[in-house]
T-cell receptor, first 113, second 113 residues
Framework: QQQVKQSPQSLIVQKGGISIINCAYE??????FPWYQQFPGKGPALLIA?????SEKKEGRFTISFNKSAKQFSLHIMDSQPGDSATYFC????????????FGKGTLLTVNP | DAGVIQSPRHEVTEMGQEVTLRCKPI?????LFWYRQTMMRGLELLIY????????DSGMPEDRFSAKMPNASFSTLKIQPSEPRDSAVYFC???????????FGDGTRLSIL
């Protein structure tokens, strides 16, 4: 019930391409869905987040698409750059225990020059 | 602004030894989180403090693990006695409110031989 399933495990994209990472959840009480970016040797850093009352949120080259009925959300990175190479984690939490982020297992993104 | 500061960055010790990890949260943040990251299990919440009080320690693996937050600017995670299976990267995070957003430190890479 608390799981967040993330795919793919790894992704290789050419510079300028679109990177797409998908997540699915079971718990319908989840009401906050952040994405974190982690570089080697660093802690995860909040990238972008969405609530289920909107279907899409865009910040620069990063977009979250949210499908409430399918219980799925995805991260799209437009015009992917080598500097975007990192591990990306989706997460979710619910208002009842709003501190307890449930993380996906992560996607290692490599953007080739 | 200084971020979350963790020390040490790396720790290598022998099985059975006591290990103490330290965290200084961002000034003004009243929530503090300890996470453990492994390849197998991903990011797991170990314990959550709010206003220096432990609120949820259900993620602490066993009695060998303990955490304290004696004041708003300092927290420790202690493992005694340590075991090889405790080897992981341990992250501390803080936030101005319970979850949104959580700011992570750069972690302590712990190796128990």
């Amino acid at each position: 019930q608390q799981q967040v399933k993330q795919s793919p495990q790894s992704l290789i994209v050419q510079k300028g391409g679109i990177s797409i990472i998908n997540c699915a959840y079971e718990n319908t009480a989840f009401d906050y869905f952040p994405w974190y970016q982690q570089f080697p040797g660093k802690g995860p850093a909040l990238l972008i987040a969405i609530r289920p009352d909107v279907s899409e949120k865009k910040e620069g080259r990063f977009t979250i698409s949210f499908n409430k009925s399918a219980k799925q959300f995805s991260l799209h990175i437009m015009d992917s750059q080598p500097g975007d190479s990192a591990t990306y984690f989706c997460a979710a939490t619910n208002g009842g225990s709003n501190y307890k982020l449930t993380f996906g297992k992560g996607t290692l993104l490599t953007v080739n020059p | 602004d200084a971020g979350v500061i963790q020390s040490p960055r790396h720790e290598v010790t022998e099985m059975g030894q006591e290990v103490t990890l330290r965290c200084k949260p961002i000034s003004g943040h009243n929530s503090l989180f300890w996470y453990r990251q492994t390849m197998m299990r991903g990011l797991e919440l170990l314990i959550y403090f709010n206003n220096n009080v432990p609120i949820d320690d259900s993620g602490m693996p066993e009695d060998r693990f303990s955490a304290k937050m004696p004041n708003a600017s300092f927290s420790t995670l202690k493992i005694q006695p340590s075991e090889p299976r405790d080897s992981a990267v341990y992250f501390c995070a803080s936030s101005p409110q319970s979850v949104r957003p959580q700011h992570f430190g750069d972690g302590t890479r712990l190796s128990i031989l």
